[in-house]
């Protein structure tokens, strides 16, 4: 916009005032005024002209927050496909392809009907839609997987119930206790001691069980042979701090005139009772020539 002049005075170009030599404003107020740039447009929702800076600009543009929630808030009426009750749908919805039905009892009732079976392994009846019905034996996973694994009864130590397990957990040395809540309130001899105790009666040797030795709990004392027999499971006589705590235990038993005879968990269990009742006694009468 050309500047305008009455003579010599200078005029603001903004708002009409007089300005000093030089400048093309009167204050910096008509300055910054100036420079805001600013783009019409029309309400998508009414229809009125305003102004928004250029950066605002969208596809759909609203005036004000009211007209925003009036257009998008959009209802119509519609009538239900099962019961033809007349019922309001919101414009979005249809949009996605949805609000045909007036409720979720309406919509459930054009479903096909679902068939029922029962799981082989829970026996727990469960059903499924009837495209799904050939596929489906069992109602879980878990079931599925179950049924596939090889189990073995067993008898807890603790409280004597009978459970099942996968053989897999038998190999790895599970299966004495049906709970862990069983396996922490235990109190009795390991299995390996059990064993070693039946391989003894069946030798005819005399022995004591759990003797304390000062600080020190012994598995069996023969006392004629004065010799200590200790059944030691890898999972807990291999520690390092096991191991040290072993070491001083012989050290007290043999100023006492005691020999320890230490037999492993995997010794134990790969012999039968009678093979290892046979093999225990030898190794004594060796040790101890009684």
Not at 119 to 124: G, I, L, V
Not at 148 to 166: A, G, I
Not at 193 to 221: N, P, Q, S, T, Y
């Amino acid at each position: 916009m050309p500047l305008r002049s009455r003579g010599k005075e200078k005029i603001c170009i903004l708002c009409g005032k007089l300005r000093s030599w030089g400048n093309k404003f009167c204050s910096r107020e008509c300055k910054s005024l100036s420079q805001i740039k600013r783009i019409t447009l029309a309400c998508f929702g009414c229809g009125k002209e305003f102004q928004v800076h250029p950066y605002l600009k969208r596809k759909t543009n609203y005036c004000s927050m009211r007209c925003y929630w009036d257009s998008t808030r959009l209802k119509k009426e519609r009538f239900c496909k099962v019961c033809n009750k007349r019922f309001v749908a919101k414009n979005y919805l249809i949009v996605k392809g949805f609000g045909f039905y007036c409720s979720r009892e309406c919509q459930y009732k054009t479903y096909p009907k679902q068939v029922k079976k029962t799981c082989p392994q829970c026996k727990r009846i469960y059903y499924v839609c009837p495209s799904w019905a050939p596929k489906r034996t069992f109602c879980s996973k878990k079931c599925q997987d179950d049924s596939m694994r090889d189990y073995v009864s067993r008898v807890c130590r603790k409280c004597k119930k009978k459970f099942d397990l996968p053989r897999s957990d038998l190999d790895r040395g599970r299966g004495n206790f049906c709970t862990y809540r069983c396996y922490l309130t235990y109190r009795g001899p390991s299995t390996l001691e059990e064993k070693m105790e039946r391989a003894l009666d069946l030798a005819g040797i005399k022995f004591e069980r759990e003797v304390k030795f000062k600080r020190f709990h012994v598995d069996f004392l023969l006392e004629h042979a004065k010799s200590i027999i200790e059944c030691d499971g890898e999972y807990w006589h291999l520690k390092p701090k096991i191991q040290e705590r072993d070491k001083r235990k012989e050290k007290l038993l043999s100023r006492m005139g005691y020999r320890v005879l230490r037999f492993s968990g995997k010794t134990i269990n790969k012999f039968s009772d009678d093979v290892l009742a046979t093999m225990v006694g030898e190794i004594v009468y060796q040790q101890t020539g009684c």
